[in-house]
């Protein structure tokens, strides 16, 4: 229930938005790198400012899971979002409401882009089969490509061509190419996974295409020909692919939760390997020999084992979260009065104790927590404060907090001999703590006289 921001070349978290209800999904950063928006399983759509991480704006309308969000590359102030509950939405920021809503598809819409030249396209993929291209201004879909009969796959992705000429859809382990020119016909139909491709993205400058399936396999594709000229092994099934703009780093989600990142040289790092690898060669390293002359035939046979990945890939293993502590789970629920009693306990620490109360302090709940407690409950509480009431570091907070036990409790002085005998030992703790801060007073008043007199004669 969480967004990361990783740094690409440190590969470490650099922020973390947790203001999740549920499942957060289909984050997305706008192209300014100042906001970012998220959806999670509620169906509720929020809009962060990155720098203080502080929820801007809420949409709910949505009345299932949202699995995607994207910002307009053309208008900073409207995103798109697609949702189970079949529809796609158009929203204008400013005012937190749809402008437009589609409701064409018959199914869990999972895939969704908008034109980087018309803000008015949107092309969608659903679970009904079929991807629709859609226009803002008329609010219907202009194009219907697929088919929505029963048994054909679902559309898990969908890619438009920065022209706006072409668009690729993956249903299954079909990746298909539309000619939106001329009408939504579809050009190719290519099978390369075994599994169903999940994700699909572009490098930079569109010249290459990334698949990745269920299959664990990536594929890139030559765009000019769709062939496939290069291929990667992942391991585990992948469900989201991204790569950075300038080519050097892809990133991979899987479904066991690690996020994948894989780091190509750049042309000066690929020089300094190559020369590495020739001095290697020149001084009759025989391993590297092997590798050069390429005869794996000489080599004993060795059973198949389990692909390692790319030697510069950088894996990030989900998180384990802290176990939560018994008075932070009553604290989530707003069980205020049990949270009291959890830190009541033998061995608890003063510092626990009275973190406690500051952050009830600050919920506004000290005074629920400290009602309605008899007799039994109420001793420890005062015997706390009585111990800690003349500490330097709890003695205000302290204070505060015994002000608030007495004025609740003081119609039952008198009624209770535990109550008595525990405000009895406060009020003698405080007395004696006031005697001593007179003396010190005095004192000091004694010291600045003699250090007047000592200046004064030596003046």
Excluded at 56 to 62: N, T, V, Y
Excluded at 174 to 199: M, P
Excluded at 402 to 420: E, K, P, Q, R
Aim: hydrophobic residues 40%; aromatic residues 6%; contains cysteine.
């Amino acid at each position: 229930m969480r967004v990361q921001i990783f740094a690409p070349r440190t590969q470490k978290v650099v922020k973390t938005i947790t203001r999740f209800n549920d499942v957060a999904r289909g984050g997305n950063i706008r192209h300014d790198g100042k906001l970012l928006v998220a959806g999670d399983d509620s169906g509720l759509i929020q809009v962060f400012d990155i720098t203080s991480r502080a929820v801007l704006r809420s949409l709910k309308e949505h009345k299932q899971p949202v699995h995607v969000t994207r910002f307009s590359p053309n208008e900073t102030t409207q995103l798109l979002s697609c949702s189970d509950d079949t529809t796609v939405k158009l929203w204008d920021i400013p005012s937190q409401s749809s402008v437009t809503t589609f409701t064409d598809h018959s199914d869990y819409v999972r895939s969704g882009v908008m034109s980087n030249l018309n803000p008015s396209l949107i092309l969608t993929g659903s679970y009904d089969s079929t991807v629709r291209l859609f226009d803002a201004r008329t609010g219907a879909a202009e194009m219907v490509m697929g088919s929505a009969e029963k048994g054909q796959a679902p559309v898990e992705d969908v890619l438009l061509f920065p022209s706006d000429t072409l668009a690729l859809s993956s249903s299954g382990p079909i990746l298909r190419v539309w000619d939106l020119v001329a009408g939504g016909r579809c050009l190719r139909a290519l099978s390369n996974h075994q599994k169903t491709i999940t994700c699909m993205t572009f490098n930079g400058n569109a010249s290459r295409l990334l698949t990745g399936g269920l299959d664990q396999m990536v594929k890139v594709y030559d765009v000019s020909s769709y062939r496939v000229v290069h291929t990667m092994r992942y391991s585990a099934p992948l469900l989201c692919l991204a790569m950075s703009p300038d080519d050097t780093h892809i990133a991979a989600g899987m479904s066991d939760g690690t996020l994948s990142v894989r780091r190509r040289n750049t042309s000066e790092e690929e020089a300094q390997a190559a020369a590495a690898r020739k001095e290697v060669a020149r001084t009759g390293d025989f391993e590297s020999l092997l590798e050069r002359i390429g005869e794996p035939e000489y080599l004993p046979q060795q059973p198949p084992t389990k692909p390692k990945g790319d030697p510069d890939e950088v894996k990030l293993a989900k998180e384990h979260r802290k176990k939560l502590t018994e008075y932070d789970k009553l604290l989530k629920q707003f069980k205020y009065g049990e949270a009291l009693d959890a830190v009541l306990v033998p061995g608890t620490s003063a510092v626990t104790f009275f973190s406690l109360l500051q952050e009830l302090v600050y919920r506004e709940g000290l005074r629920i927590a400290l009602s309605g407690r008899d007799d039994v409950l109420l001793e420890p509480v005062l015997q706390m404060l009585t111990k800690y009431i003349t500490d330097t570091r709890w003695g205000p907070l302290a204070c505060e907090v015994a002000g608030v036990l007495l004025d609740i409790y003081s119609g039952v002085v008198g009624l209770s001999t535990v109550i008595d005998h525990g405000i009895a030992q406060l009020r003698g703790k405080v007395q004696a703590e006031l005697r001593l801060q007179k003396d010190v007073s005095q004192l000091r008043g004694a010291l600045d006289m003699l250090m007047c007199s000592a200046v004064l004669s030596t003046a």
